[in-house]
């Protein structure tokens, strides 16, 4: 769900600095981060893109709590919640390489000192599950623990709940998927979607992102890769002409995110705009969603630990901001399609240097490469194969668990 969230940063390209500002009335409360002095009050100044790198902790809550009855009773999940999707986005220092890192839910990991909510503390443990992040200390929380397991500072922070998912796939028109082997039949979330080309909105949408059981083998980490295909998907949605040059779509989008998602004091409106600044020229090929690696853990079975070695070597290269090479194809819920979607046309940025959606459609299941980025800035990182991803230039179907 909150891939949703993460590509909606986007949503402001097409929009003035006065008038993403003028959405801010819409905006949820905002969200203190330890060590962080974020403020709205500063008059709106002259604004481009934003210096340097960025790193933004984006999660999803799979609360009940104040989401109406579609989605359960607040017996299943209430008041913060637990992490349903937990992901850091990194921009690199010159604006040309961005990755998404998605950390499973189930992995096992130590958990700092967090505030309470209450002026204290909570004390640190050392092993648990780091979905529970958001119940032991909020957004927050997540943050500080993230910035312990990947040595990188993390200024901003966002939270979306199931509508959030909603009303922003609504405001985008639905985002097109294939899926293979058979569809999508899970119970447990009421997704029944039939094999081919489809397009998903509303609550079909966010049932399609909190599926486990439908895709891959019923794990976490088949989910990831699943959320994987319809993230690639979504930023060629966003990011194309026939969308950033309609104003109703990204207004709508906008202010669907303002409205839906918590952000951290830090993430104003006019930071969101300098972030898409600095965004804009990104090519698909050089966006890349990637699995936190994992392993299983023989102590506590359904859970998973990091693979350390190979979570060095993804780490390394994010605080180097060297390009990332995937080797490992994109994970156990996608696979290569037969025939896929015709790719939207990229946006002149995309399809000037060659890189666009439809320059690269190497890497399914477990068995594939994804193509590298296309920059010659610096030194590629070919990643171990265990780190599982694409780009998102790169064709994926959802892998039906049927």
């Keep these: 769900m909150a891939s949703v969230a ?12 006065v008038a993403a500002l003028n959405l801010v009335s819409d905006a949820k409360p905002t969200v203190q981060l330890v060590g962080q002095d974020g403020s709205t009050s500063a ?23 104040g989401q109406g009855d579609a989605w359960g009773t607040t017996d299943d999940s209430a008041g913060a919640g637990l992490n349903d999707v937990t992901m850091l986005v990194h921009l690199s220092q010159n604006h040309k390489n961005a990755v ?10 130590a958990i ?36 312990q397991i990947t040595g990188l500072k993390i200024p901003f922070a966002a939270l979306v709940d199931f509508n959030g998912v909603v009303a ?24 029944d979607l039939p094999e081919g080309n489809v397009t998903l909105q509303g609550k079909e949408a966010a049932e399609f992102l909190r599926t486990r059981y439908g895709v891959g083998d019923g794990s976490d980490l088949g989910r990831i890769s699943n ?29 669907a995110t303002l409205a839906n998602v918590q952000p951290s004091d830090t993430l104003t409106p006019t930071t969101l705009y300098q972030m898409a600044m600095a965004a804009k020229d990104l090519s698909y090929d050089n966006i890349v969603f990637v699995q936190y690696p994992v392993g299983d853990d023989a102590d506590y ?20 901001d060297q390009p990332i090479q995937l080797s490992g194809g994109t994970g156990i819920g996608a ?24 320059g690269s459609s190497a890497g399914s299941g477990d068995t594939g490469s994804t193509t590298a980025p296309s920059s010659s800035a610096a030194t590629t990182s070919v990643l171990p194969d265990d780190v599982k991803g694409q780009t998102a230039a790169t064709q994926t179907c959802s892998k039906g668990n049927n």
Excluded: Y
Excluded at 43 to 65: K, M
Excluded at 133 to 141: M, P, Q
Excluded at 335 to 358: F, K, L, R
């Design 100 to 109: 998404v890192v998605s950390f499973p839910r189930d992995m096992m990991t």
């Design 43 to 65: 008059p709106i100044p002259d604004i481009g893109a934003i210096d340097g790198g960025v790193n933004i902790l984006i999660a999803a809550s799979d609360t009940r709590t």
């Design 227 to 255: 959320t994987q295909v319809f993230l690639s998907s979504l930023v060629r949605t966003v990011l194309t002409p026939k969308t950033l040059t309609n104003p109703v779509k990204v207004w709508s989008l906008a202010k």
């Design 335 to 358: 696979v290569a399609p037969t025939d896929a979607p015709t790719p939207p046309p990229a946006a002149d940025s995309n399809a000037s240097s060659g890189s666009s959606g439809s």
């Design 168 to 191: 922003m796939s609504n405001a985008v028109g639905g985002v097109p998927v294939c899926i293979a082997d058979g569809g999508i039949h899970d119970e447990h979330t009421d997704l």
């Design 6 to 17: 993460a590509v909606a940063v986007v949503s402001v390209l097409g929009i003035g600095a």
């Design 112 to 147: 700092p000192e967090c505030p309470d909510g209450n002026g204290g503390w909570n004390s640190a443990m050392s092993f648990q599950p780091i979905n529970t992040t958001l119940s032991v200390g909020g957004l927050a929380c997540t943050v500080l623990t993230v910035e």
């Design 301 to 320: 079975p359904g859970k998973v630990v990091a693979d350390q070695e190979s979570a060095d070597a993804l780490m390394s290269a994010v605080k180097d």
